[in-house]
């Protein structure tokens, strides 16, 4: 059993049981397990950056809905406890973190102002918090876990590592029973980019893996946006291209306990055997 809990009642946040922990661990351990074997490496990025760090990535300007951001309390004033639940903004100093959406952000941020081969790849794991009109237990919620595996290099490399992922997504799935479909989706980060933007429409950049009307993985091409507002560079001077391939953990979690009627035991089992490396 799951406890959900937050602000006023909306069932915004999870504590996940025994079961569904075993589960989503074993989860990761798939998808860890598919970057290591690629070749990535992992890293280990903080829940928040500082906003200047966000920001790079027009952050607030493409995704203001989602943003969540944290500030210390104003020690100046005498309102250190929460009043109705809540702290008023006047209690608190300048917010100068912000909790990211993403997780990929940490590996464009852990390579900034370096250089990178041709066929790099990194896989990192982080909370990941957006701040949604409505939630709807493991299917929607304000912090979840983001597995991601990112390549950073030349073009083609970004192309070649999201090809196959995207044929061990849907092998995978096939394997535990699920019938997802892939879509083509819209991404905002090139909006203020005219080029990149009618590329966007010309090519998609983004498609989602769908279970039904739910979005649980999907593969990313960023052309070299971050590698610009990094300043990360291949051996030849150029900005380096990205992609990434994202999951989303708890969503695996609340499709597998729909499709094992709520055996989460056997769901763990079925990962375990769709893929045992």
């Known amino acids: 059993m799951n406890r959900l809990t937050g602000s006023d009642g909306a069932p915004a946040l999870a504590i996940l049981g025994p079961e569904a922990t075993r589960l989503i661990k074993e989860l990761d351990r798939v998808f860890t397990g598919w970057g290591l074997a690629a070749g990535a490496d992992e890293i280990s990025p903080p829940p928040l950056f500082p906003v200047t760090d966000?920001?790079?990535?027009?952050?607030?300007?493409?995704?203001?809905?989602?943003?969540?951001?944290?500030?210390?309390?104003?020690?100046?004033?005498?309102?250190?406890?929460?009043?109705?639940?809540?702290?008023?903004?006047?209690?608190?100093?300048?917010?100068?973190?912000?909790?990211?959406?993403?997780?990929?952000?940490?590996?464009?941020?852990?390579?900034?102002?370096?250089?990178?081969?041709?066929?790099?790849?990194?896989?990192?794991v982080n909370r990941c918090f957006r701040n949604e009109d409505h939630y709807g237990g493991l299917r929607r919620l304000a912090s979840f876990q983001m597995r991601e595996i990112v390549a950073l290099g030349s073009y083609e490399h970004t192309q070649q590592v999201l090809a196959g992922f995207t044929e061990r997504i849907l092998a995978f799935a096939a394997a535990l029973g699920l019938d997802l479909g892939k879509a083509p989706a819209s991404d905002p980060f090139f909006q203020n980019d005219g080029a990149r933007a009618l590329m966007q429409k010309l090519n998609p950049v983004k498609h989602e893996f769908q279970y039904g009307d739910l979005a649980i993985a999907s593969v990313n091409t960023h052309r070299n946006f971050f590698g610009e507002r990094c300043d990360i560079k291949l051996a030849s001077g150029e900005h380096a291209y990205t992609s990434c391939t994202a999951f989303g953990l708890e969503r695996w979690v609340a499709v597998l306990t729909e499709h094992f009627d709520g055996d989460l035991a056997a769901a763990t089992d079925a990962v375990r055997t769709a893929d045992p490396a």
């Open 54 to 124: 966000l920001e790079k990535f027009d952050v607030y300007t493409n995704f203001p809905h989602l943003a969540w951001v944290a500030g210390s309390l104003d020690l100046t004033r005498d309102q250190h406890k929460p009043t109705g639940g809540r702290f008023t903004p006047d209690a608190l100093s300048e917010a100068r973190y912000g909790l990211p959406h993403a997780t990929c952000y940490g590996a464009y941020l852990y390579h900034e102002g370096g250089q990178v081969a041709d066929d790099t790849l990194v896989t990192l």
